[in-house]
């Protein structure tokens, strides 16, 4: 039996068919177990996150970087009238920039404390030794990212009509 190019094409047509069949059935999966991870892995940020929060402002120590930064923030506290909070972890966050001081992440033994801090920075906003300091909860990635895109989305009506 000879074989003619034309038998040839469609052999090689037909392979090629169910190749990309099984390569986009594959990919499918894939993108399903991709997706899911993904959530699962927003959720255990949001969880890791629910005892977090993060201030800006507070100016770095060059010579002492990281050993007064738990001092600093106990004192934060203090002037927010908040003594005793359980700090569990305090640490920079991002790069270092000549003149610009990088946030700091303040991990907490308990979760139920966050939300008297965030609301004692506003009671206490007159105060002069916090000013120019932010108190925020810690947010994920995505959330950062989500945020971001509604900020340039006001901007933007904003420059449409300024009374939005």
């Known amino acids: 039996m000879t074989v003619t190019l034309d038998d040839l094409k469609f052999l090689i047509e037909g392979l090629s068919h169910k190749l990309d069949t099984v390569i986009s059935q594959k990919l499918s999966d894939h993108q399903q177990k991709i997706d899911a991870l993904e959530t699962r892995l927003e959720f255990m940020q949001r969880k890791a996150n629910e005892k977090s929060i993060v201030i800006f402002g507070v100016p770095e120590d060059i010579q002492k970087p990281f050993k007064n930064l738990e001092k600093n923030v106990v004192n934060i ?16 966050i991002g790069r270092k920039f000549i003149g610009k001081s990088r ?36 947010k994920t990635p995505r959330e950062i990212k989500v945020q971001r895109k509604l900020a340039e989305k006001a901007r933007e009506l904003k420059l449409i009509d300024p009374l939005v």
């Open 103 to 138: 946030p700091i992440s303040v991990t907490r033994a308990y979760a139920r404390g966050k939300v008297a801090i965030l609301t004692a920075k506003f009671t206490h906003k007159d105060n002069p030794t916090l000013k120019g300091i932010y108190i925020n909860a810690e």
């Open 77 to 92: 506290f203090s002037e927010l009238e908040l003594p005793g909070v359980n700090i569990d972890t305090v640490r920079r």
